[in-house]
């Protein structure tokens, strides 16, 4: 699971750091692409967080 938090943590900052970056661009293409790029790390987080939402898979071995 530390692995799954570590995860969304790196997706939450990078979709944060491509909005910034999308504010700082020069021109309308570059702000386009970083928030393409903050939406796709966006949906990453969605993706993950509902894994985590999701109830527990327990195997049970038939005998």
């Known amino acids: 699971m530390a692995s799954m938090e570590a995860d969304l943590a790196y997706y939450r900052r990078r979709s944060a750091e491509e909005r910034v970056a999308a504010e700082a661009a020069p021109?309308?293409?570059?702000?386009?692409?970083?928030?393409?790029?903050?939406?796709?790390?966006?949906?990453?987080?969605a993706l993950l967080e509902a894994q985590t939402d999701a109830a527990p898979l327990h195997l049970v071995s038939a005998a």
Request: glycine content about 6%; cysteine-free; hydrophobic content about 40%.
């Open 27 to 45: 021109n309308s293409a570059a702000r386009a692409a970083h928030r393409e790029l903050a939406r796709l790390y966006g949906d990453r987080v």
